[in-house]
């Protein structure tokens, strides 16, 4: 298997599909379809549909409908950028060496935008409920949990709350497991749960993107500091320009490289007690905590 060749494959053919998803650029309100659009666009590795298509097709999903899940579930994840970056929360000018949405668009349009897309996920989730029927309510539900008030809002809402103030590691935790390892979890989840995974192996999974989640956030707090920014697409040190706490600050570069191995390779043997095998997904999460952007 040539992981990154694959991988390449199945980002353009993710690519084909969410942007047949998204709504066209039409009416009067064709500025916020294209603001949208820009914010999909500008980039992105696809990894969360891309885990949740590959858990669909390890618990023996053949078709295509797990498509629109996965198209909104990249939408879900685009908001939360495009609400990031606004001057409210890190006032980032540029991500993915483009120019944020808000800073192309203007502060309304970035706000509008990240709304546009958080509804439009649910259309499209509710359409192929509609449409498909089997288990594609269970897997909104979970997908709607993990974005929610318990989930990724939540974890923003705390690291606001704060930042500028000395943490804990266990709140730190806090943060990572919803901020960011809830949308992983949930890839997995609802990938597996649409071809009809059973609670024990859902729960199994949401323990898998759990540890992968914190080890993807800690990778990510680790670039911030020693990453190249040409890579990376944005500048270095934001976590501290925001005054953030992170496991560098922590516990050191050090300490934090030893917890990335360590949830790494729990995360691996979980998924290993599972009776299925997709050695493409194993090494996909793995990939998200050894890269260099």
């Excluded at 192309?104 to 958080?118: F, I, M, N, P, S």
């Excluded at 497991?177 to 009809?196: F, N, V």
Aim: with cysteine; net charge negative; charged share 25%.
């Amino acid at each position: 298997m040539d992981f990154e060749l694959l991988k390449k494959q199945k980002t353009e053919e993710i690519n084909a599909f969410l942007t047949a998803f998204l709504p066209e650029e039409s009416g009067k309100e064709a500025v916020l379809c294209e603001a949208m659009k820009y914010s999909v666009a500008v980039g992105g590795k696809r990894l969360r549909p891309m885990i949740l298509l590959e858990a669909y097709t390890m618990f023996g999903g053949t078709d295509a409908a797990a498509q629109p899940f996965a198209a909104a579930l990249e939408m879900i994840h685009t908001y939360s950028l495009v609400h990031d970056d606004l001057p409210a929360m890190d006032n980032d000018m540029y991500r993915r060496g483009q120019l944020t949405t808000h800073a192309k668009y203007g502060e309304a349009l970035g706000v509008l935008a990240g709304d546009g897309l958080l509804n439009y996920a649910f259309e499209v989730m509710s359409d192929a409920v509609c449409e498909q029927g089997g288990n594609g309510a269970k897997a909104m539900r979970i997908l709607a949990k993990a974005a929610g008030v318990r989930g990724m809002i939540a974890g923003q809402t705390v690291d606001l709350e704060w930042t500028g103030k000395p943490q804990t590691r266990e709140l730190l935790d806090y943060i990572n497991e919803r901020k960011t390892s809830a949308l992983l979890c949930s890839a997995l989840m609802a990938g597996a749960a649409l071809a009809g995974a059973t609670d024990a192996e859902l729960s199994v999974l949401k323990q898998v993107g759990n540890y992968v989640g914190l080890a993807f956030q800690i990778k990510d707090d680790i670039l911030d500091v020693i990453g190249d920014e040409s890579k990376l697409g944005k500048p270095l040190h934001s976590d501290e320009k925001n005054e953030k706490s992170t496991y560098v600050t922590l516990i050191g570069i050090d300490g934090a490289q030893e917890t990335v191995r360590e949830f790494s390779d729990k995360a691996v043997e979980l998924l290993d007690t599972l009776p299925y095998r997709n050695p493409f997904l194993k090494e996909l999460l793995l990939s998200l905590v050894t890269r260099e952007y």
